[in-house]
């Protein structure tokens, strides 16, 4: 089957004439950047809260081996992440709005923020891939908590021990690095062949295994990326909408003859790190041959990584030449 090379008009066309029925969704972090969820390294982000616990690195603190013995950072980071009321963007609106128009197939999130509930997705139409706060368990015997109740005990800052076996900290139910990811991904991922248009929003598509799901994308089926950056589909062409996400959904649902509310925007303090950018945001709408601009990517870091292995082979080959002559130096110290 021939790989389809629509323009980003004829894709608007066909959804609008409902000639597009089945549409998936694969997001990521950027369709929440303008909820007022507070980013993650910026002086004033959640790292910088938890940073006197000496953590070896940021992402130390969303690891199970490290949450398992020390409880508190999670703990504290969850407190700031709930001190804030954060709100659906134009872009969680947009795929409710698909859904309320019997256009959407399913939707894929890496996010926990459960953002697309509150824009009216229904959760059957959703697989947060990455866990959800809404509910809690316990890390040692998986006895169900109360969410709120576990909210109580983050403003408290005082860990919350299991009320069924009276010794495992309760964690909300995301998934830490070192655990297996949502049931709901494996057994969803079959609707990936069934879709007739993909969007791809807000996510750069490096994170294993969510990545592998644009290998399950039909090649005739229109892809659609809403990021500021550009996306590695191998082998797959894809219109590109960058710069501001909120500004793309707006435009497209202005294209598409649709009514959407005003949201408000929230932006964390270091995302527009140039103030003339913000004020130059444009739509753009660029088609790519994508594996052409990606494989010399993929090509530097496999030489990088063959760079590696060859140093290292070198390495082990001086190492075992340097004990092999402290082995013939101690033969001959015998003789002597």
């Known amino acids: 089957m021939e790989e389809v090379n629509l323009s980003y008009k004829e894709v608007v066309e066909k959804i609008k004439n409902k000639q597009i029925n089945n549409i ?3 997001t990521g972090a950027g369709i929440s950047t303008s909820s007022g969820i507070p980013d993650f390294r910026s002086p004033n982000g959640l790292y910088s809260k938890v940073q006197k616990y000496k953590l070896e690195y940021p992402e130390q603190i969303f690891e199970i081996k490290y949450f ?4 508190m950072p999670f703990y504290e980071m969850d407190k700031e992440f709930f001190s804030n009321k954060p709100h659906f963007t134009s872009a969680h609106y947009f795929m409710a709005e698909v859904n309320r128009r019997e256009q959407l197939l399913f939707v894929f999130s890496q996010n926990v923020d459960g953002l697309e509930l509150e824009a009216g997705l229904p959760p059957e139409k959703l697989c947060q891939v990455h866990g959800n706060y809404r509910g809690a368990r316990c890390q040692k015997c998986g006895f169900k908590h109360d969410i709120n109740k576990y909210k109580e005990f983050v403003q408290k800052q005082v860990i919350y021990k299991c009320e069924n076996c009276k010794r495992g900290p309760v964690r909300p139910n995301v998934v ?7 049931k709901g991904f494996t057994k969803n991922t079959y609707k990936i062949a069934a879709a007739d248009c993909v969007f791809i929003m807000g996510t750069s598509m490096q994170v294993a295994p969510f990545n592998l799901t644009v290998e399950k994308i039909s090649k005739n089926v229109p892809v659609i990326v809403i990021n500021r950056d550009m996306v590695y589909l191998p082998y797959k062409k894809y219109i590109h909408l960058k710069n501001d996400i909120d500004d793309n959904i707006e435009k497209l649902m202005t294209d598409l003859g649709w009514d959407f509310p005003k949201i408000e925007r929230n932006y964390p303090s270091n995302w527009f790190t140039d103030p003339q950018k913000q004020e130059e945001t444009k739509i753009e709408e660029t088609e790519h041959e994508n594996f052409s601009y990606s494989s010399g990517y993929y090509n530097n870091n496999i030489t990088h990584l063959q760079d590696n292995q060859e140093d290292k082979e070198a390495t082990e080959k001086n190492e075992d030449q340097e004990e092999l002559n402290n ?9 002597v």
């Open 176 to 182: 830490f690095f070192g655990e297996s990811l949502d």
């Open 327 to 335: 082995l013939e130096k101690k033969f001959e110290d015998l003789d």
């Open 24 to 26: 998936l969704f694969l």
């Open 68 to 71: 398992t013995k020390n409880q």
